[in-house]
């Protein structure tokens, strides 16, 4: 059912003399089931969609479910099922392998060692990297740990995966390689919503949407 922001407003602190600053303002979006956009601008909007954060006024509905008002508790379990994350700074366990930050979110489930292993296993493969599953996180290239990420944001199987500057720490070849794993991911079903300030990412996505002064332009 996709994703409903309504009158949305933002606010943060900048300084210790408790100044303002307006980042969200009103913001109106509808993302479909199945659309993969590019947010150009302002990360917070995205910290919102993926319940990081809470908006200080106005309404999201998930999945045609009203979540504004849902306490930290019930958004960690919405995100945890629902939402896949990719990092900038990819966000893994240096000193631990790629098999055990990809197995990550699935240690606190019920889940046995094994079936973990084989889903993360799973995982790895769909984005090439099932060979480095023993090497620790801390030897690999920029583009690889990219790829550990995404292996890691699939392995709960969301139907949502955001990705905030995915690219950014990466030359063009790996840049290339990861907006084309994030497009087979949506032609496989899974909705991709990315924040990016790159233009040529911006262009492989469906629906740009460009965030000026708090509001969409």
């Keep these: 059912m996709g994703l409903e922001l309504s009158n949305i407003y933002k606010e943060y602190e900048i300084n210790r003399d408790n100044e303002i600053q307006s980042v969200l303002n009103g913001v109106n979006l509808t993302i479909a089931d199945g659309e993969m956009i590019a947010i150009m601008g302002k990360s ?34 919405i995100r945890n099922e629902k939402i896949g994350f990719v990092l900038q700074d990819f966000g893994l366990v240096e000193d631990e392998t790629v098999m055990e930050n990809v197995s990550l979110p699935l240690m606190l489930s019920r ?32 583009g690889e740990k990219q790829r550990v990420a995404i292996a890691r944001a699939l392995v709960c199987d969301p139907e949502y995966i955001m990705a905030d500057e995915p690219t950014g720490a990466l030359d063009s070849v790996n840049a290339e390689k990861i907006m084309s794993i994030l497009s087979s991911l949506n032609k496989e079903g899974k909705t991709v919503i990315i924040v990016t300030h790159d233009e040529t990412v911006a262009k492989k996505c469906g629906r740009i949407i460009t965030i000026k002064d708090g509001k969409i332009e």
């Design 44 to 77: 917070p909007l995205l910290h919102i969609i993926g319940l990081l954060d809470v908006c200080d006024r106005g309404n999201y509905k998930l999945d045609g479910e009203d979540i504004s008002d849902f306490t930290n508790k019930q958004r960690a379990k």
């Design 111 to 142: 889940t046995s060692m094994k079936k973990i292993r084989e889903v993360a296993l799973e995982k790895m493969k769909k984005v090439g990297v099932e060979h480095l599953s023993n090497k620790k996180v801390s030897v690999l290239s920029g």
